[in-house]
């Protein structure tokens, strides 16, 4: 299998709010040329974002990728026609809002997960533009990845603990009935849990403090150790059963076997991961690691 990844850089945009236990930011890095003989793919370019994204959904039946804005509490989305828009405002909190992974329903109604600083993490359901918190989830959780299967059963990584104690992670899986939503744990034992995708025979989760990636199989939930990365964050689930993580300047390609590789390309700090199979592209948060130094939506070419 071969993978060829063209990058190109442009502008800038506001430095987001932090989030808790997010890695701080070094100097923001160059962006890598394409490979001698590989033509730059129309699609490559990097967008100033206004701040505070984190995961990405990539909408194929609607050409529609989905974003957050934690700084302006609102959910975005990007077309190659209209660009980026807000699609909804969020409900705010005094503890402030940190928005993590987006799923769609089969009714059309998205779930985003909120971070919640420990106090208020739960998930928020958006729906004709409205958005509303919905009842009945543990508010300890920190919240950063969301998932969907095939099948529309939600699944959430969760941790609690960080600064200074020990941080306690699983993955839940989420039943929503109208603006309540109740969450059994499916896996437990992990540690800063963040990132999850759901394939049909298994969930995989990102656990940041031990670098590693585990499956949980389906039915069933037997834990097993899948690989360990360098760093890892968000997760992406590619076609063909690879997985993609981020976490720091590269980003890391997980086979169903385990073996870990770096795809070419040089980011400041990557977050959220989108893959769309139709474009061969690949939507990449990537953080700008400089206070005042714009984060950026990159689109890369990605093409086995």
């Known amino acids: 299998m071969r993978w060829l990844l063209a990058i190109a850089v442009t502008g800038c945009a506001a430095h987001p709010a932090a989030v808790a236990d997010r890695p701080a930011r070094p ?49 975005l989305t990007w077309t190659d026609a209209a660009g980026l828009q807000v699609a909804a405002t969020i ?14 329903r089969p009714d059309g109604t998205l779930l985003i997960a909120n971070f919640g600083f420990g106090a208020h993490g739960g998930l928020f359901a958006v729906a004709d533009g409205q958005a509303t918190a919905l009842t009945g989830l543990d ?7 969301l998932a969907q299967d095939d099948a529309g059963a939600v699944y959430s990584a969760y941790f609690v603990g960080g600064r200074g104690k020990p941080q306690v992670g699983g993955v839940a899986k989420v039943n929503v009935a109208g603006t309540a939503a109740s969450e059994t744990v499916i896996a437990s034992g992990f540690h800063k849990a963040v990132g999850v995708v759901a394939a049909p025979d298994a969930v995989f989760v990102s656990d940041q403090t031990d670098k590693a990636i585990f499956k949980i199989a389906v039915p069933g939930y037997a834990v097993s150790k899948l690989a360990s990365a360098p760093v890892v964050d968000l997760l992406a689930l590619l076609p063909n059963g690879d ?9 890391s390609r997980i086979t169903p076997a385990g073996q870990v590789t770096a795809l070419p390309g040089s980011f400041e700090h990557v977050r959220g991961l989108a893959y769309d199979s139709a474009g061969k592209r690949l939507f990449v948060i990537d953080h700008s ?7 950026k939506l990159r689109i890369v070419h990605l093409a086995e």
């Open 139 to 145: 508010p300890a959780r920190l919240r950063v990845g």
């Open 91 to 104: 409900p705010a909190d005094a503890a402030g809002v940190s928005l993590g992974g987006i799923v769609r």
């Open 27 to 75: 100097e923001a890095a160059a962006a890598a040329a394409a490979p001698a003989g590989v033509a730059s793919a129309p699609s490559d370019a990097a967008i100033p974002l206004s701040a505070g994204a984190n995961a990405l959904l990539w909408d194929a039946a609607h050409a529609t990728l989905y974003l957050t804005d934690s700084n302006a509490s609102s959910l």
């Open 243 to 251: 997985l993609l993580t981020g976490g720091g300047p590269t980003i």
């Open 289 to 295: 690691v400089t206070v005042g130094v714009p984060d």
